[in-house]
């Protein structure tokens, strides 16, 4: 296994400590930012001696970022391990994800606006604030992933 140079430790680290500060475990964070860096993946003892922890705690993480589509599984040929890699389009899946818990919370205020008393105007207003903040993200939110979806589909050629 070959040292990575310093700026790509560098960026792990600041990765883990970006994805923590979103709610993911720092170590799958640091994790993902190593895959980011591998051409070719690594399996779960490659991956932890890499990033100096257990594999319990890589096999923890590589399973909660297979959940969220940031990461795959795949077999090599010839070998009995398997080995995880970016997944192909990760920020689909995520932004998937962010839009549906955006569609719930939209939901729970929507709810909310239609069943207040009409005593209570303000805090309808405040509510009507907060559903036209959702509605807009979550219409920003599908034409980005229409977009990554349309530059990704398989056949198309891209443009230099």
């Given at each position: 296994m070959r040292r990575l140079p310093p700026i790509a430790e560098r960026f792990i680290e600041?990765?883990?400590?970006?994805l923590a500060s979103q709610g993911l475990p720092r170590t799958a964070g640091r994790l993902l930012?190593?895959?980011?860096?591998?051409d070719d993946g690594g399996d779960l003892e490659s991956l932890a001696a890499q990033l100096r922890v257990?594999?319990?705690s890589i096999s923890t993480n590589t399973r909660l970022l297979e959940?969220?589509?940031?990461?795959?599984r795949h077999s090599v040929p010839g070998r009995r391990r398997?080995?995880?890699?970016?997944?192909r389009t990760p920020q689909n899946r995520a932004m998937e994800a962010m839009g549906?818990?955006?569609r719930r919370t939209l939901d729970v205020v929507l709810e909310a606006r239609r069943d207040l008393p009409r005593e209570m105007?303000?805090?309808?207003?405040?509510?009507?604030?907060?559903?036209?903040?959702?509605?807009?993200?979550?219409a920003a939110t599908d034409a980005v992933l229409k977009e990554l979806e349309r530059k990704s589909a398989p056949g198309r050629k891209r443009r230099r």
């Open positions: 600041d990765f883990g400590l970006s930012g190593l895959i980011l860096m591998l257990s594999r319990a959940s969220i589509g940031a990461i795959e398997m080995v995880y890699r970016s997944a549906l818990r955006m105007r303000g805090a309808k207003a405040r509510l009507k604030r907060v559903q036209d903040y959702y509605e807009k993200t979550i």
